[in-house]
């Protein structure tokens, strides 16, 4: 596939703290990318170069087919087709659905029949058809959020930025924006998202790339990344009637409680033997749990479990 969007080398330092150090990102046509990381790595950084709200002090962006950073009317025509949905909610509280969707439309150059066309499409898309009279003010969060993401969408940006567009909102919420988004991919854009969301991220995208200290430290499929970090193995939780002595299991189990916790390789060969071993010791197993290598586990591999504020 052909990247929509290519960053090579990307630096940039605010004062003491080098907030991108040659962090490298290529967003295929059609792809729906997860950028991860933890707070402080870069991500924000990352986007604002790419709209141009900072300017990189090494590296290059390419969008489109377009080299950004110098400005002109070639890069400012193709970030026409460019959109860009921030964390925070963008939209104007003392007017109506409709209206924001006005003035976004006219802010991107839709005109005429062709605004009004693109408004109707947006209400009915997010599901506000029934409120587009009332001011934003009165919105539910998850109300606020999908007409967030429609205005940032309106003009039919082949890529589209996505900053966290499920912060903050009930699971139904949620679901409904992931559909959404799934509708612009079905309908050809590119999707780049950060989120801290990491199980959505690994059901909804193509691909992660996880950075960290300012470096893309991490990129491929989940498969990929599970086989490259933490490995295959599935993670076995037995729940017995009753807690175990846990100086009886040696290495091969975790006690927690009536918890025991293994590692396996094949479930199908070793699943058996580890719930024989627990019945010939005398217990009952209430509940089995196997889990399969997740994104988390690879986050947490790769750049660690400390809190960063």
Known sequence: MTDV????????????????????????????????????????????????RVRLDDGSITLLGAALGNGGSDVDSVRQRLGVVPQEIAIYPLLTAQENLQIFGSLYGLRGSERRDRVAWALQWTGLADRAGEPTKRFSGGMKRRLNIACGILHQPEVVLLDEPTVGVDPQSRERIWEMLGELRQAGASLLLTTHQLDEAQRVCDRIVIIDHGRAIASGTLEGLVAETVGRGRHVTLTLDRAPDGTRWGDRFEVDGRCIRSRIDDVAGDLPQLLTTVHDAGFTVEDVRVEAPSLHAVFLHLTGRELRE
Request: aromatic share 4%.
């Open 5 to 52: 969007l290519s960053i090579q080398g990307a630096r940039k330092r605010f004062g003491a703290t080098q907030a991108l150090d040659g962090a490298e990102v290529g967003l295929a046509r059609g792809e729906w990318l997860g950028l991860l990381g933890p707070n402080g790595a870069g991500k924000t950084t990352l986007v604002r170069s790419i709209t141009g």
